[in-house]
């Protein structure tokens, strides 16, 4: 019997960039420059007081969690979450706000970083070119995320405060069941994670 060694991820899907060529009889041009912002996607706090952090988010705004991550040596203690707007039957980005817990080493509650939404993953690499020739250090990417998807890059501000460029995230609505699971990697595929960005503020 023969088997059928096609993978899943192989196949068409409605998203597939086979069905999705939008440039017929028009030619893709692009120019050199900053990666031009659609808007603010996500920002997240890394929290001393993550319990008491994620009670008052959830009982005085409509933020539902997306994703919940616990530690795998201590199920029942959650770490982190993801967080989106409960818009009802609109779909809504899968995070607008996280909250990570902070190691007890921390100094004090902080974000962690905010996030850029760009159109593309043109405007992606050409963005992470352009604020590489201008000499800005790169923090981590580019590479694309599990949770929300979002290929990603981060970069350090003239404070050394993170901010992230990204593109093609998941969304989500009220018929998205919230996921609970063990903390693993961040990432797909891309560079290896720096020691410091969960909790770069920590003595």
């Not at 069941?177 to 290896?192: I, Q």
Request: aromatic share 14%.
């Amino acid at each position: 019997m023969r088997k059928n060694y096609r993978q899943k991820h192989t196949s068409l899907t409605d998203r597939s960039i086979f069905r999705l060529k939008k440039s017929e009889g028009q030619f893709q041009r692009y120019h050199d420059g900053p990666a031009l912002i659609h808007k603010l996607g996500h920002y997240g706090y890394v929290c001393k007081e993550f319990q008491t952090q994620l009670e008052f988010y959830t009982g005085n705004f409509n933020f539902v969690h997306s994703d919940i991550l616990y530690l795998p040596q201590f199920p029942d203690r959650d770490v982190m979450t993801f967080m989106h707007l409960d818009l009802g039957e609109e779909y809504t980005d899968h995070h607008t706000l996280f909250l990570q817990c902070a190691l007890p080493t921390a100094r004090e509650t902080y974000v962690h970083h905010t996030s850029f939404e760009v159109e593309d993953f043109d405007t992606q690499l050409m963005g992470h070119r352009y604020l590489a020739q201008k000499g800005w250090t790169s923090v981590w990417g580019v590479g694309r995320h599990i949770l929300g998807s979002q290929i990603f890059d981060y970069w350090y501000d003239s404070s050394r405060f993170k901010i992230e460029h990204y593109a093609d995230g998941d969304v989500v609505n009220q018929d998205n069941p919230t996921r609970r699971k063990a903390v693993g990697p961040l990432s797909v595929w891309g560079p290896e994670l720096p020691k410091d960005f969960g909790d770069n503020k920590a003595t």
